[in-house]
C-alpha cells in the first residue's frame, strides 16, 4: 500500500501571499477551477486570463448540483438533480452522500446489476464517487469556458475544518483520478472568509475597537488591535456544521485613508459533524412519517411502518427538504405526496414552523456547541466579535438564526455574505493566489491544524540507553499550529534509518461527539479515528554513510555522528510532508604553512614587506606551526516512503491512502464509466438522427406538405412507395436488439439516406432551377448594359494611350464573350430538357446555372471597376511674349538648356497622373 509521499505534498504550493485582487484578474495563462464540495451540494467557478473569477452554472442554468450520483437499470449514470430525482424510484441504486465513504479505504458502494445484464454489481470506493462529482465540476467548468476538459487542471477544493488527514489524502487521490491537479485544500469557511475580506466586510465597529483598547485579549496571538476584525463563520451545511473565528487585520493602502485587508487569520475551528440540514430533515420525516401511518391505521411501532420502506424513506426525505426549505419563509407548509405505498397516498399534511421548532428542539439547541468551543479555542469572548456570519443553506432556519443571536447577545447576524457562494468564490481567489500565472493583490492567509504532528526516531543501535524507551519523540506542529508553516528537526545517525509521522489525539474539547461521517443520507458511521494517535506515514532515510566516506582522514569508533536535518512542512491543505533531509560532518583538519622562498639581493620592496609577514608567521626556531581547518562535509539524502506490513502495531499507514495499483483501478474504472456514457450519448444522438431523418422523409412525401408537389413531380408512384417501405422497415428495426450499438445505427441512416437522397435531391433542384435560371437571366441582362454603355463612354475622343485602351478592349470583349458562351448554355441546354420527362436525369442542375450567373457576374464586375476615360487635353494659348505664330519674341532666343514641354502638359490633371 506504499506510495511515496513526497507526491502527496505536492498537492499544496506553499505561498504565504494571497488575496486581494478585484473582479479583473490579470494572468498569462491557464484556466483554474475551484469546487465547494459539500455533502449536499456541489458549486463550481473559475478564474480565467483577462476575465477575473466567476461561478459556473450546471447544464440545467442552476448555480448548484446536488452531489448524488445514480445508476439507472440500463446502466445510465445519472448525476444532480436527475440523480435525486430518480433515487425515490431505486434506493439502492443511488448514493445521496457520496463524501460520507471518502477516508475509509474498505468503504464500498456496491450497485446492483441491471434487470437485463449478467455483469457482476458494480462495487466503487468513496474516491470512485467523489471522483466523478469533481469530474462533473470539470465538465461544468470546460463548459463554461467553452474549452476542452484538458484546459482545466489546477483546482482548490474546500473541505470541512473536521476533515482528518485519510480524508484529504482521500480527497486528493479522487481529484487525481478525475485528472485533477489539487493547489490546495482549503476549509471552506477560511474560503468562505477570504471572500468576506475581499468584498471589504471586515469593517471595525467603534465599540469593539473601544473594548480592544480597554481590555487586553484573554491569550496572545490574538491580541484586539484596532485595525483587527473579528469574524465569527457559522457554516450550517447539509451535513455538519462548523464554527471559525477569524481575525483579518486592516491596513491603509497608499497615501488614502481606506483600509483594505492585509491578512485572514484563522484562529479556531469548532464541529458538530451531524448538525446539518439532514438532521433537521430526519425530524420532519419522523413527523410525516406518523402523519401517514396514523392515516394508515398503523400503531405506532408497526412492523408495516412507512419507516421500515426505504423507497417511502427517500421520498419522505426529498419532501422533508422542501419542507424545511418552505418554513424558513413560511409560517407553515403543506404536504401530499401521491402513491406513496402503492396507490396510497400521503394526503395534505401541513407542518408549521411552531411543531417543526418544537420537534427538533434538541437538534437545533446543538449550534451552541460548535460556536463556544470556537471562541474558547481563539481566547475570546463574543463581545468581541465585529460580525456573525452564516453560511450553508441550513443556516437560514429563523431558529437556528434565533439562538445564535441570544447566545452571542446580538440583535442581527451578518447577511451581507451569500450563504451558499462565498466558499467557492473564495477558493477560486485563492486558486489564482497560488498560481504563478495570477497576479493578485497580497492577502495573507494562515489557518490552523486541530490535530499535533509529532515525530518518532528510532534510537540508533548502540546508542547509551537513557530511559526513555527505543524511540525518540518530538512535536513538529502542535495543536493549532498555524499554517502553512516549517519545521526542521536534527538527530545524530551513522547509518541510515527510519522515521514515522502520527497525528496525535485530538482535545476531547473539540466536539461534543466522535460521531460522525455520513455514510447515507440516512446513517452515521461511528468515528473515533480522531480521538486515537495514527500513523500519518514512515519514511526511510537513506545515504547518511556517504558523508563519512568524505572525510580526509580515517574515522575512529569516538567520532561523533553526522548531523541529520530533515525538513517538513505542513502546507494549505493541512498536510504534512518530508520536503528534505542532508547528514552535514564536520571534520578538524591540521595543516602546517609551507615557508616563504629566501628573497634576492635584487628584492623589491613588495618582496620584502612580504618577507617580513612570512618571518611573523614562523616560530623563533623556524619551523611552521600546524594550523587548525574546520570544514562541513554536506550530503543530501534520500527519504522514501514504507509501505505498512502485516502486523504493524504502530497504526495501518496507508490504511486511508490508495496505493498507485489501487489509484490506477480507480482511474480504470472512472475511464470505464466515461467511456459508457460517451458511448451512450453517441448511441443517442446516432438515433435521433436516424429517427430524425425517417420522420422528415415521410412528412415529405404526405400529401399537402410543403415539398410533396416537387416530389410528385420528379418521381413515380412506385419510387415513392418503395421509399416509404424502406422508411417504415428503418423505423421498425430502430426497436430491435439490432439498433443496440451506436455503430448499427450510423450505418443503417446512411443505409436510409442513400435511399432518400437521390430522390429527395432531384426534388430541389427541380424547385430551385427556376430561380436560379431567373438569376443567369438578370445577370445576363446587366452584363449587356454595362458593357454598352462602356462602349459608348469610350467611343467619343478621349484621352485614354493607346495601352490603355487596348486593356479597356479587353476587359469588353471578356465580359461579352462570357456572356454569349453563359446564353448560349443556358439555350442549349432547356433545348435539350423540353423533351426529357422531370421524374428522369435533367440536362442541367441549379448549381450549374449559378456558376454560369457567377462567371458572367465576375466579368461583368471587371467592367465595373474600369476606369473613367481621360478627358481630352486641349492647346496652351500663347503667352504675351510669343509671336502670332507661337515662337518666342525676336531679340529673346531660346535658352539650349530648356526643352520644350510635352503635348498636354499643361493640363494639370494630366500632370498629377
Known amino acids: 500500500m506504499g506510495r511515496s509521499r513526497m507526491r502527496i505534498g505536492q498537492w499544496a504550493t506553499v505561498a504565504c501571499g494571497l488575496v486581494l485582487i478585484a473582479v479583473s484578474v490579470v494572468a498569462a495563462a491557464g484556466n483554474l477551477l475551484a469546487v465547494d464540495l459539500g455533502s449536499g451540494y456541489l458549486k463550481v467557478a473559475v478564474a480565467r486570463p483577462g476575465k477575473g473569477l466567476e461561478l459556473v452554472t450546471n447544464e440545467a442554468s442552476k448555480r448548484k448540483t446536488p452531489t448524488v450520483v445514480a445508476f439507472t437499470l440500463d446502466g445510465e449514470r445519472l448525476f444532480g438533480d436527475p440523480a435525486l430525482a430518480y433515487a425515490p424510484k431505486a434506493p439502492a441504486r443511488a448514493v445521496l452522500a457520496p463524501l460520507g465513504y471518502l477516508g475509509n479505504a474498505s468503504a464500498r458502494v456496491e450497485i446492483p446489476a441491471g434487470a437485463t445484464s449478467s455483469?457482476?454489481?458494480?462495487?466503487?470506493?468513496?474516491?470512485?464517487?467523489?471522483?466523478?462529482?469533481?469530474?462533473?465540476?470539470?465538465?461544468?467548468?470546460?463548459?463554461?469556458?467553452?474549452?476542452?476538459?484538458?484546459?482545466?487542471?489546477?483546482?482548490?477544493?474546500?473541505?470541512?475544518?473536521?476533515?482528518?488527514?485519510?480524508?484529504?489524502?482521500?480527497?486528493?487521490?479522487?481529484?487525481?483520478?478525475?485528472?485533477?491537479?489539487?493547489?490546495?485544500?482549503?476549509?471552506?469557511?477560511?474560503?468562505?472568509?477570504?471572500?468576506?475580506?475581499?468584498?471589504?466586510?471586515?469593517?471595525?465597529?467603534?465599540?469593539?475597537?473601544?473594548?480592544?483598547?480597554?481590555?487586553?485579549?484573554?491569550?496572545?496571538?490574538?491580541?484586539?488591535?484596532?485595525?483587527?476584525?473579528?469574524?465569527?463563520?457559522?457554516?450550517?451545511?447539509?451535513?455538519?456544521?462548523?464554527?471559525?473565528?477569524?481575525?483579518?487585520?486592516?491596513?491603509?493602502?497608499?497615501?488614502?485613508?481606506?483600509?483594505?485587508?492585509?491578512?485572514?487569520?484563522?484562529?479556531?475551528?469548532?464541529?458538530?459533524?451531524?448538525?446539518?440540514?439532514?438532521?433537521?430533515?430526519?425530524?420532519?420525516?419522523?413527523?410525516?412519517?406518523?402523519?401517514?401511518?396514523?392515516?394508515?391505521?398503523?400503531?405506532?411501532?408497526?412492523?408495516?411502518?412507512?419507516?421500515?420502506?426505504?423507497?417511502?424513506?427517500?421520498?419522505?426525505?426529498?419532501?422533508?427538504?422542501?419542507?424545511?426549505?418552505?418554513?424558513?419563509?413560511?409560517?407553515?407548509?403543506?404536504?401530499?405526496?401521491?402513491?406513496?405505498?402503492?396507490?396510497?397516498?400521503?394526503?395534505?399534511?401541513?407542518?408549521?414552523?411552531?411543531?417543526?421548532?418544537?420537534?427538533?428542539?434538541?437538534?437545533?439547541?446543538?449550534?451552541?456547541?460548535?460556536?463556544?468551543?470556537?471562541?474558547?479555542?481563539?481566547?475570546?469572548?463574543?463581545?468581541?466579535?465585529?460580525?456573525?456570519?452564516?453560511?450553508?443553506?441550513?443556516?437560514?432556519?429563523?431558529?437556528?438564526?434565533?439562538?445564535?443571536?441570544?447566545?452571542?447577545?446580538?440583535?442581527?447576524?451578518?447577511?451581507?455574505?451569500?450563504?451558499?457562494?462565498?466558499?467557492?468564490?473564495?477558493?477560486?481567489?485563492?486558486?489564482?493566489?497560488?498560481?504563478?500565472?495570477?497576479?493578485?493583490?497580497?492577502?495573507?492567509?494562515?489557518?490552523?491544524?486541530?490535530?499535533?504532528?509529532?515525530?518518532?526516531?528510532?534510537?540508533?543501535?548502540?546508542?547509551?540507553?537513557?530511559?526513555?524507551?527505543?524511540?525518540?519523540?518530538?512535536?513538529?506542529?502542535?495543536?493549532?499550529?498555524?499554517?502553512?508553516?516549517?519545521?526542521?528537526?536534527?538527530?545524530?545517525?551513522?547509518?541510515?534509518?527510519?522515521?514515522?509521522?502520527?497525528?496525535?489525539?485530538?482535545?476531547?474539547?473539540?466536539?461534543?461527539?466522535?460521531?460522525?461521517?455520513?455514510?447515507?443520507?440516512?446513517?452515521?458511521?461511528?468515528?473515533?479515528?480522531?480521538?486515537?494517535?495514527?500513523?500519518?506515514?514512515?519514511?526511510?532515510?537513506?545515504?547518511?554513510?556517504?558523508?563519512?566516506?568524505?572525510?580526509?582522514?580515517?574515522?575512529?569508533?569516538?567520532?561523533?555522528?553526522?548531523?541529520?536535518?530533515?525538513?517538513?512542512s505542513l502546507d494549505h491543505s493541512g498536510l504534512v510532508r518530508v520536503d528534505a533531509a542532508e547528514a552535514s560532518l564536520e571534520e578538524t583538519v591540521w595543516t602546517t604553512p609551507t615557508p616563504a622562498p629566501t628573497p634576492s639581493a635584487d628584492a623589491s620592496p613588495d618582496a620584502k614587506s612580504k618577507k617580513k609577514k612570512d618571518k611573523e608567521s614562523v616560530a623563533p626556531e623556524g619551523s611552521p606551526k600546524p594550523v587548525a581547518k574546520t570544514i562541513i562535509h554536506r550530503q543530501p539524502l534520500v527519504v522514501t516512503e514504507v509501505a505498512a506490513v502485516a502486523g504493524d502495531t504502530d497504526g495501518n499507514v496507508g490504511g486511508w491512502r490508495l496505493s498507485e495499483p489501487d489509484l490506477a483501478t480507480s482511474r480504470a474504472t472512472l475511464a470505464a464509466l466515461n467511456a459508457a456514457a460517451n458511448d451512450r450519448t453517441a448511441r443517442a444522438d446516432a438515433l435521433n438522427a436516424l429517427e430524425g431523418l425517417v420522420l422528415q422523409a415521410r412528412s415529405s412525401l404526405r400529401l399537402g406538405s410543403d415539398d410533396s408537389e416537387a416530389l410528385e413531380v420528379v418521381s413515380t408512384d412506385a419510387e415513392r412507395e418503395a421509399l416509404i417501405e424502406v422508411l417504415d422497415a428503418a423505423e421498425d428495426w430502430m426497436y430491435t436488439d439490432a439498433a443496440g450499438s451506436t455503430a448499427a445505427l450510423v450505418a443503417k441512416k446512411e443505409e436510409v439516406s442513400a435511399a432518400v437522397s437521390p430522390l429527395f435531391t432531384r426534388a430541389a433542384d427541380y424547385a430551385a432551377r427556376p430561380k436560379a435560371v431567373a438569376s443567369l437571366r438578370e445577370a445576363l441582362a446587366q452584363s449587356a448594359a454595362l458593357t454598352t454603355a462602356a462602349r459608348a463612354a469610350r467611343a467619343a475622343p478621349n484621352g485614354d494611350s493607346d495601352e490603355a485602351k487596348a486593356a479597356a478592349e479587353q476587359v469588353l470583349v471578356a465580359a461579352e464573350s462570357a456572356a454569349a458562351a453563359a446564353s448560349a448554355w443556358l439555350s442549349d441546354v432547356e433545348s435539350a430538357a423540353s423533351g426529357q420527362p422531370a421524374t428522369g436525369n435533367v440536362s442541367y442542375t441549379a448549381a450549374q446555372v449559378d456558376e454560369q450567373a457567377a462567371a458572367v457576374r465576375r466579368a461583368s464586375g471587371a467592367v465595373r471597376k474600369m476606369p473613367t476615360p481621360l478627358p481630352v487635353a486641349s492647346p496652351s494659348p500663347p503667352t504675351a511674349e510669343a509671336g502670332a505664330d507661337g515662337s518666342a519674341a525676336s531679340g529673346e532666343a531660346a535658352s539650349p538648356d530648356v526643352s520644350p514641354s510635352p503635348a498636354g502638359s499643361g493640363d494639370p490633371k494630366r500632370d498629377e497622373l
Open 119 to 568: 455483469a457482476p454489481p458494480l462495487t466503487l470506493t468513496g474516491v470512485d464517487l467523489v471522483a466523478m462529482i469533481l469530474a462533473l465540476a470539470r465538465q461544468h467548468a470546460a463548459a463554461a469556458l467553452g474549452a476542452p476538459e484538458s484546459s482545466v487542471r489546477d483546482t482548490v477544493v474546500t473541505v470541512p475544518a473536521w476533515y482528518s488527514a485519510p480524508h484529504r489524502a482521500a480527497l486528493a487521490d479522487a481529484a487525481s483520478v478525475a485528472g485533477l491537479n489539487v493547489l490546495a485544500l482549503v476549509n471552506s469557511n477560511a474560503a468562505a472568509a477570504l471572500k468576506y475580506a475581499l468584498d471589504n466586510k471586515a469593517s471595525v465597529a467603534p465599540s469593539a475597537s473601544a473594548a480592544a483598547s480597554s481590555s487586553p485579549s484573554p491569550t496572545a496571538g490574538a491580541s484586539k488591535e484596532k485595525d483587527a476584525h473579528f469574524a465569527l463563520f457559522v457554516d450550517v451545511g447539509a451535513g455538519s456544521t462548523v464554527a471559525t473565528v477569524v481575525q483579518i487585520d486592516n491596513k491603509k493602502a497608499g497615501r488614502s485613508a481606506t483600509k483594505l485587508p492585509s491578512a485572514v487569520t484563522v484562529l479556531s475551528h469548532g464541529w458538530d459533524r451531524t448538525l446539518g440540514g439532514r438532521a433537521l430533515d430526519d425530524v420532519i420525516v419522523e413527523r410525516l412519517v406518523a402523519a401517514f401511518d396514523k392515516q394508515r391505521g398503523l400503531p405506532v411501532g408497526s412492523d408495516q411502518s412507512a419507516a421500515h420502506n426505504p423507497r417511502v424513506v427517500t421520498r419522505l426525505r426529498k419532501e422533508a427538504q422542501k419542507v424545511r426549505e418552505m418554513l424558513s419563509a413560511n409560517v407553515e407548509a403543506h404536504v401530499a405526496v401521491p402513491s406513496l405505498v402503492g396507490d396510497e397516498d400521503l394526503t395534505s399534511t401541513v407542518v408549521s414552523r411552531a411543531d417543526f421548532e418544537s420537534d427538533a428542539a434538541s437538534t437545533l439547541a446543538r449550534i451552541i456547541g460548535p460556536v463556544t468551543r470556537a471562541l474558547t479555542s481563539a481566547g475570546i469572548t463574543a463581545d468581541q466579535l465585529d460580525a456573525v456570519v452564516p453560511l450553508g443553506g441550513a443556516s437560514r432556519t429563523p431558529k437556528l438564526q434565533q439562538l445564535l443571536c441570544e447566545a452571542l447577545g446580538r440583535s442581527t447576524l451578518n447577511k451581507s455574505v451569500n450563504a451558499d457562494e462565498a466558499a467557492v468564490m473564495g477558493a477560486a481567489f485563492l486558486a489564482a493566489s497560488l498560481s504563478p500565472t495570477f497576479r493578485v493583490r497580497a492577502l495573507d492567509l494562515a489557518d490552523v491544524s486541530p490535530r499535533a504532528v509529532s515525530v518518532a526516531v528510532r534510537r540508533e543501535p548502540g546508542a547509551a540507553s537513557t530511559g526513555a524507551g527505543e524511540f525518540q519523540n518530538a512535536t513538529l506542529f502542535a495543536a493549532g499550529s498555524k499554517r502553512p508553516a516549517t519545521k526542521k528537526l536534527t538527530v545524530r545517525r551513522k547509518d541510515d534509518f527510519t522515521l514515522s509521522l502520527f497525528l496525535e489525539p485530538l482535545p476531547a474539547s473539540s466536539e461534543d461527539t466522535a460521531v460522525g461521517g455520513d455514510a447515507d443520507a440516512g446513517s452515521v458511521v461511528e468515528d473515533t479515528s480522531d480521538l486515537e494517535r495514527a500513523l500519518y506515514g514512515r519514511y526511510t532515510v537513506a545515504g547518511v554513510s556517504k558523508v563519512l566516506a568524505k572525510r580526509r582522514s580515517p574515522a575512529s569508533e569516538t567520532d561523533a555522528s553526522p548531523k541529520v536535518t530533515l525538513s517538513f
